[in-house]
């Protein structure tokens, strides 16, 4: 069995029914309840080892009124909306109403490959399961969490597979607490520090060092809402996917779809349709690999620095200044641009001081003449910082296959604490899996790759998205590995490119360092819990 079955008590089930799509599979919608609920139900699933279902169980039931019938199916009433959808379909068009109904849907045991297919979309919302605030030595239904593909596993490989990637989870679990040690040694708590606070960042410290130990194949929960069109957008893609774990999944989540929204995802399992939508995106990708094969097969990357600039518009700045004029003249935009040329520097720096204003807060950010101009970065980087970079949807992001071709980061911390012997002998694990598997199962090879390993990505995005990524993703409580990317995308975007005045307008890039990463993040939470 691919995935492990949920157990609930007949009390249990009873409550859960009306709000669940099913009550025993991986993937299921959430209905009947608030917004606001489901909001916050999503929120607090991103860093809580247990299933939606059970949190739903154990945090939530006690603050919502249950006196209604219990034992309505959450599907009730589906026929009467259907018939609906379709009358509507057929005066305005299926793909305007599919943007207008939308549906919050939990997909558990999903590995971290498979994470990034369902994270895709720019016009989803998503809420992922944290690796720094959940340790994963906790076993599902008896067993590691990691994904077995059934192919893998029903091969001649299989005892392989799951001995070396038990071996890696051993090794995860071994020192993990030996991190924690070293870290409340080496960070002795403040007394004016709750218990709570210290222990909370400790235990952040401790995850974010032997997070790069867990192979790709590590299971992540998912929470995702989207628009029965997005929905329909990603299932296209998912079917369409070289990743068998993907296809799968894909009809597991059209499953469930078609007891909420059937009419949206109507078209994805239809021949003429869907079917032809998926073929298109399977041959472009199968032909342009071969061509690509072909021309750059017997090439070697050349050493580069791990963060690169490669494109970026020489005039950015006049752009953007002739872009916040724009609307508030009666100009043609090059008539705008050509004074723009002429400005001294005096006027420029008021005019740009002026869009920007005092941005007390990083959220504070100016307006669209900052899409004007942009950059393209390729990245080199360990597998757990792409996988936080890559949640960022409004902007362009690109990567390569996964795999230990471009070697691995070990953690300072790690080192610091002695265990580098440890995590070395984890990453060498890791790799001859790797080794063992592509020949004859190449998708699925990338399961073995540890996240400490590097992959090359590609980051393209426009000022204003740079200016809320950049300051976002180097705030104190970050990572350090894509603290260490984006403060370098700061740096070349004044250094390099030459927008100093850009880049100062992106003044909530931090570009310290920081041992406990999580302690001040966790201190203003406590401070926002007492003001409450």
């Not at 420029?348 to 007390?360: I, M, N, P």
């Amino acid at each position: 069995m691919v995935y492990a079955e949920e157990r609930f008590t007949p009390e249990e089930e009873a409550v859960l029914r009306p709000y669940f799509t099913n009550l025993d599979r991986p993937v299921y919608a959430v209905v009947n309840l608030p917004e606001v609920v489901k909001g916050a139900l999503f929120a607090r699933y991103s860093r809580s080892p247990k299933s939606l279902r059970r949190l739903f169980l154990d945090e939530f039931v006690g603050d919502l009124d249950l006196t209604g019938d219990l034992t309505v199916d959450a599907t009730v009433g589906l026929k009467r909306a259907e018939e609906l959808y379709d009358r509507v379909f057929l005066e305005y068009g299926d793909d305007s109403v599919a943007q207008l109904g939308g549906v919050h849907l939990a997909c558990e045991q999903a590995s971290n490959m498979l994470t990034k297919v369902l994270e895709w979309g720019r016009i989803m919302s998503y809420m992922e399961q944290s690796t720094r605030y959940i340790p994963y030595d906790a076993r599902l239904a008896g067993r590691y969490r990691y994904y077995r593909d059934p192919d893998v596993v029903g091969s001649p490989l299989g005892a392989r597979y799951v001995g070396d990637m038990d071996a890696l989870f051993d090794t995860y679990v071994s020192l993990q607490p030996q991190m924690l040690d070293w870290a409340r040694e080496r960070y002795p708590k403040q007394s004016d520090d709750s218990d709570f606070v210290y222990k909370q960042s400790i235990k952040a410290k401790a995850c974010d060092a032997v997070r790069g130990i867990l192979p790709a194949a590590t299971l992540s929960n998912v929470g995702v809402y989207g628009s029965g069109q997005a929905f329909e957008a990603l299932l296209l893609r998912m079917r369409a996917h070289p990743l068998p774990e993907a296809h799968a999944y894909a009809q597991i989540i059209l499953e469930e779809l078609r007891k909420v929204i059937p009419s949206f995802v109507a078209r994805v399992d239809r021949p003429d349709r869907g079917g032809a939508w998926t073929d298109y995106l399977e041959e472009t990708r199968t032909e342009t690999e071969s061509v690509v094969s072909r021309l750059f097969g017997d090439a070697e990357p050349e050493p580069r620095p791990a963060v690169v600039l490669t494109d970026f518009d020489p005039e950015g700045e006049d752009k953007l200044l002739a872009a916040i004029c724009y609307p508030v003249t009666q100009l043609p935009e090059d008539q705008v641009l050509a004074r723009v040329r002429r400005l001294s520097a005096d006027d420029r720096v008021s005019l740009l001081r002026a869009a920007v204003g005092d941005r007390d807060n990083r959220r504070h950010r100016p307006g669209r003449a900052f899409e004007r101009t942009g950059y393209r970065f390729d990245v080199l980087a360990d597998y757990g910082a792409f996988r936080d970079l890559q949640r960022h949807r409004m902007l362009t992001i690109e990567w390569q296959g996964l795999s230990p071709r471009h070697g691995y980061d070990t953690p300072e911390a790690v080192v610091e604490a002695g265990l580098d012997t440890e995590f070395n002998e984890a990453m060498t694990r890791s790799a001859e899996l790797y080794d063992t598997l592509a020949p004859g199962f190449h998708e699925q090879s990338s399961y073995a790759v540890s996240l400490a390993y590097r992959i090359r990505f590609v980051m393209q995005m426009n000022a204003r998205e740079a200016m809320h990524v950049l300051e976002l993703r180097s705030s104190p409580q970050g990572h350090p590995a894509y603290r260490r990317v984006v403060q370098e995308m700061h740096r070349l975007i004044a250094e390099e490119a030459g927008h100093h005045a850009i880049a100062a307008a992106m003044q909530h890039v931090d570009h310290a360092t920081y041992d406990l990463e999580r302690l001040e993040s966790e201190r203003a939470a406590e401070r926002r819990r007492a003001a409450r």
